[in-house]
């Protein structure tokens, strides 16, 4: 874990490169994957954290005071990710109370699987991915509950909230 941190502050206090301090983030998710500390299939969402810290602490001039409010960034990413499983399994288990009653031929555990997988989901994607029609992905998006997120009656796509 520190070493992803002085990593991290190092790459923001060298400006290796001007343009891209964002990438600061994603090095050192991948170093904390390399040890191990996260999971191997995807990278931890360090810069949500950092956006909750202030910019004073991130840049101030001691050392110290830097590496601590990476820290506490590490901390406030972890939370955010925390909520958003909170969320993403309350979202499943509302969905999967719609399969109550359904026959064993039901295409909505199939879709429910891909809504999970997918942060939005288009009818012609759902009509290839669980082989129905396009009208029928449309009805089933509509029986499922999720929510509309384009807000236009053409090209559509639905989402988790």
Do not use: Y
């Amino acid at each position: 874990m520190l070493q992803a941190v002085v990593a991290l502050d190092a790459w923001n206090r060298l400006d290796v490169l001007q343009h891209a301090l964002w990438l600061g983030g994603p090095l050192a998710a991948s170093i904390l994957r390399q040890a191990g500390a996260t999971t191997g299939t995807h990278l931890a969402a360090i810069n949500l954290g950092l956006k909750s810290i202030p910019a004073c602490r991130r840049r101030h001039r001691d050392r110290e005071t830097r590496l601590m409010a990476v820290l506490s960034g590490l901390t406030a990413a972890a939370e955010l990710g925390l909520k958003e499983h909170g969320r993403l399994t309350l979202a499943r288990q509302s969905m999967e109370r719609r399969l109550i009653g359904r026959r064993q031929t039901s295409k909505l555990p199939e879709l429910i699987e891909l809504v999970m997988s997918r942060p939005l989901v288009s009818a012609g994607m759902v009509a290839k991915a669980i082989d129905v029609t396009p009208q029928a992905a449309r009805r089933i998006l509509g029986e499922l509950g999720l929510r509309e997120m384009t807000g236009r009656g053409r090209f559509r796509a639905w989402g988790t909230i």
